[in-house]
């Protein structure tokens, strides 16, 4: 938790203060936000430490000097942020990629920027491959070793696809029944994570593709076929 202005240690603060007026100092200064029932135990337990009341002047100008740091760290960030936003909204790409649940505008600005726009390549598997999810398997003479992804691509690339792939293996997302059919089928989780990378890139790059956002119903479904 954040230190209360003018009481830099998080002790002197909870002993300094009620609970409903940490509350408002945090909330007023913009600090994290927190429920009472948490700064209740925060009191209590400052109330019965056994750590020094009061903190010396240096401990307090240096705690302070970090403080501003960490303020300045914040708003460059939202700096950062907000530059990353505007630079998103003249890609229609990451419309496209951000219309499938799991993907927000930091995670399209990270395959975005890795990849330099998914419309660039001819295939969904030369994107597998830049992210490393390509299988390769690793022979020499008699021996052969399993199957596995590369793992030669680009590592933050991969990352970002991992993180999306964790979400949609939750219950009632986009590629969870897929991922419940690997494993059923006996495929080891963790295979059947990476599996569900590649079906992310996949879909991801019919996407751009196809200039369209993402929608549970094909694209055909609601044609009526032909006679």
Request: aromatic content about 4%; glycine content about 8%; charged content about 20%.
């Amino acid at each position: 938790m954040g230190s209360v202005p003018g009481f830099p240690g998080t002790v002197a603060a909870a002993r300094a203060h009620s609970p409903t007026e940490m509350r408002r100092l945090l909330v007023r200064d913009g600090a994290v936000r927190v429920s009472l029932v948490r700064l209740a135990r925060l009191k209590a337990a400052a109330d019965e430490s056994i750590g020094p009341p009061a903190v010396s002047a240096g401990q307090v100008r240096s705690l302070l000097e970090m403080l501003d740091t960490l303020a300045a760290l914040v708003e460059r960030i939202a700096g950062l942020k907000a530059e990353i936003m505007r630079l998103l909204a003249q890609l229609p790409e990451a419309e496209y990629l951000m219309s499938l649940k799991g993907i927000g505008a930091m995670t399209a600005a990270v395959i975005l920027a890795e990849t330099g726009g998914l419309g660039q390549y001819s295939c969904a598997a030369a994107v597998q491959k830049l992210a490393g999810l390509n299988l390769y398997q690793n022979s020499s003479g008699q021996y052969q070793s399993g199957r596995r992804i590369s793992k030669r691509g680009r590592p933050q690339l991969r990352r970002a696809l991992y993180m999306v792939a964790v979400q949609h293996a939750r219950r009632g997302w986009p590629l969870e029944p897929y991922y419940a059919a690997l494993v059923a089928r006996g495929k080891p989780k963790p295979v059947a994570l990476t599996a569900v990378c590649c079906r992310l890139v996949r879909l991801l790059y019919a996407l751009v593709r196809d200039g369209r956002c993402y929608s549970e119903c094909p694209p055909d479904a609601g044609r009526p076929q032909a006679a």
